[in-house]
């Protein structure tokens, strides 16, 4: 008698693919959030300006948001293992080059880069993950250990700034080789991917995706400075509107399209798309507020920032593996809606502290707007790719770690300019944190519309690509 698919033994390779994923996520998270920390010293080592110091920082954000899209459906094309192994040498070459750096520019022109290879990296690894779990079950549990990868990144991002910035603040560059290089060992031990070469490569969809992605992005960064009635503001959202036109139309009547029409109208799409926007809002709109406000009002140091935010990033690591459990007990959607309402309430908490309130308080307060996040963002990833066919899981989750990753950097150019506009860094803090809860809770509501994919008394294995297709077809249905 065979083996019934919940009593399945984990497919050989399985154990280093999720571990290589974990890895990479993890040095991408790390990378992320451990660069604010050092902005000062990097300042002082290449006499920079804010607006260097910013394109340190957001050539990274650019670049990752605007090659996403197009890194997900170059995943499925050219396979999981061979996408994830070729950014993540990008990813350490550039890190490198970062750490190397003689001047600003290259160091910009080094992050430019890092952004490319982080972006084939994250939804590579999923896709990694997709392959080595087919069975529903085991993979639920996969992705929770691999959203804690980036939940220990973020954990240690800001004190690991502050820490190796006492040494030099090149090494918070170089530490990220050694993590990347183990990481392509254990891919090593993995199976080759299959190709998917298709018919045809999406060009125009391809271009207009980087258009619209690259103009959004750089009109939210730059509004946060000049102003969203500055010229170079207008051209560049200008150049987003047409640039997705043109990706719309490119994949509605284009031959081989980077993501299917069925896909992108897919009610899961859509709402799993939301919620991740909504999410890195309110979590990265977040961090940045406060590291601002702790620096800048209450005059913490950038290593005591960073202790600051160490028990919301600790904590939120162990709420990740928890995921899988909580979807299997309660069922899919209950996760990411009750991830959701947690992050909501934490945002509405701290945005209604007093001015006078303790910087402990504060530090408490922060710990539901993790939690809420690490417990909806592994269970919405999950719930889609169960919805999706296996051929499609790079660009699903490329889709999605899109949306994620333009609502991290919106948040922070919009909560930007609302603190400015205020005048008083407090009430622009209370506006933003209370318009990040309203948007986690719209979506929270529509999550209630998730259908999660069928399930039976055993561990049901993954959908075959006619299942998978023919139930995104009937979520495009009125």
Not at 323 to 349: C, D, S, Y
Not at 413 to 438: D, I, M, P
Request: charged share 10%; aromatic share 8%.
């Amino acid at each position: 008698m065979p083996k019934r698919s919940g009593a399945e033994a984990v497919p050989k390779g399985a154990g280093p693919a999720l571990a290589a994923a974990v890895l990479g996520f993890f040095v991408m998270t790390l990378d992320t959030l451990i660069v604010n920390v050092a902005l000062p010293e990097i300042g002082d080592a290449f006499a920079a300006g804010m607006t260097g110091l910013q394109w340190v920082v957001d050539g990274y954000t650019l670049m990752f948001a605007a090659l996403l899209l197009s890194a997900g459906s170059i995943t499925d094309r050219v396979g999981a293992r061979q996408a994830f192994g070729a950014g993540l040498v990008v990813f350490v070459a550039a890190s490198a080059a970062c750490g190397f750096a003689p001047n600003l520019a290259v160091l910009v022109l080094a992050r430019l880069v890092q952004g490319m290879g982080a972006a084939v990296i994250v939804p590579a690894s999923l896709a990694l993950i997709r392959e080595a779990y087919p069975d529903r079950t085991r993979r639920a549990r996969a992705i929770s250990v691999w959203a804690m990868g980036g939940s220990v990144g973020a954990a240690a991002g800001p004190v690991a700034g502050g820490v190796l910035s006492l040494v030099d603040w090149r090494m918070i560059f170089f530490v990220n080789v050694p993590v990347g290089l183990l990481a392509l060992f254990l891919l090593t031990r993995t199976r080759r991917s299959p190709r998917r070469p298709g018919t045809g490569f999406d060009w125009l969809g391809q271009l207009a995706a980087v258009a619209a992605m690259g103009g959004l992005t750089f009109a939210a960064i730059e509004a946060g400075v000049a102003g969203f009635g500055a010229p170079p503001v207008i051209v560049a959202f200008g150049v987003a509107v047409v640039g997705g036109a043109l990706f719309l139309a490119a994949q509605a009547r284009g031959k081989s399209p980077m993501v299917p029409m069925p896909l992108l109208r897919a009610r899961t799409m859509l709402i799993s798309s939301s919620v991740g926007f909504a999410l890195n809002i309110g979590f990265y709109g977040m961090v940045f507020l406060l590291s601002l406000y702790l620096q800048q009002t209450r005059g913490l140091s950038p290593l005591a920032t960073g202790m600051a935010f160490l028990p919301m990033t600790l904590l939120t690591a162990c709420v990740s593996p928890t995921t899988a459990w909580f979807a299997a007990r309660f069922g899919a959607r209950m996760p990411v809606i009750t991830g959701q309402l947690v992050m909501a309430f934490g945002l509405v908490i701290l945005a209604l502290a007093p001015a006078t309130a303790p910087t402990w308080l504060l530090v408490v307060l922060m710990i539901p707007v993790g939690a809420g996040g690490s417990l909806a963002v592994p269970a919405v990833t999950a719930l889609l790719l169960d919805r999706v066919p296996g051929e499609r899981a790079g660009t699903a989750s490329g889709v999605l770690n899109a949306s994620r990753q333009v609502g991290g950097a919106l948040a922070v150019a919009v909560f930007g300019a609302l603190v400015a506009q205020h005048g008083s860094f407090f009430h622009g803090l209370r506006t933003s944190l209370l318009s990040a809860a309203a948007l986690v809770l719209a979506t929270a509501a529509t999550s209630l519309l998730l259908r999660p994919a069928p399930t039976s008394a055993t561990a049901a294995p993954a959908p075959t690509t006619s299942a998978s297709a023919t139930a995104l077809e009937k979520e495009t249905q009125p």
